[in-house]
């Protein structure tokens, strides 16, 4: 097991996603040289959100957060996307997990609608 602080913080964001939405399908997409074990996926009716790790923080992107309401203030890059939106999470920063899972839910209903 990892200590490493971003391999807990996107264990974290996963299981958060798949309680969320449980019938969400995850894959890993986008495999590459640099990126040997690909980008995680999350779908449910259309693509939900990605999980990335870079060195200093890992990033949620909510593949059309730009429709999606984030009445407590989640998304912090991205912003002037057309369509997408993100959430940028560093080492000491908090999530608030309950707006979270409501945002997920939230980008299941939008891609159900």
Do not use: Q
């Amino acid at each position: 097991m990892s200590d490493d602080w971003r391999d807990a913080r996107l264990d974290l964001l996963r299981t958060l996603i798949l309680r969320a939405a449980p019938d969400a399908r995850e894959e890993r997409k986008w495999v590459k040289p640099t990126n040997p074990a690909g980008v995680p996926t999350f779908s449910a009716d259309g693509l939900v959100c990605t999980l990335e790790r870079y060195r200093d923080k890992v990033k949620v992107t909510f593949a059309k957060g730009a429709s999606i309401d984030d009445p407590s203030g989640l998304f912090n890059a991205s912003l002037d996307a057309g369509t997408r939106r993100a959430i940028d999470l560093r080492e000491d920063d908090a999530l608030d997990e309950d707006a979270f899972l409501a945002l997920v839910r939230a980008a299941v209903a939008h891609n159900r609608s």
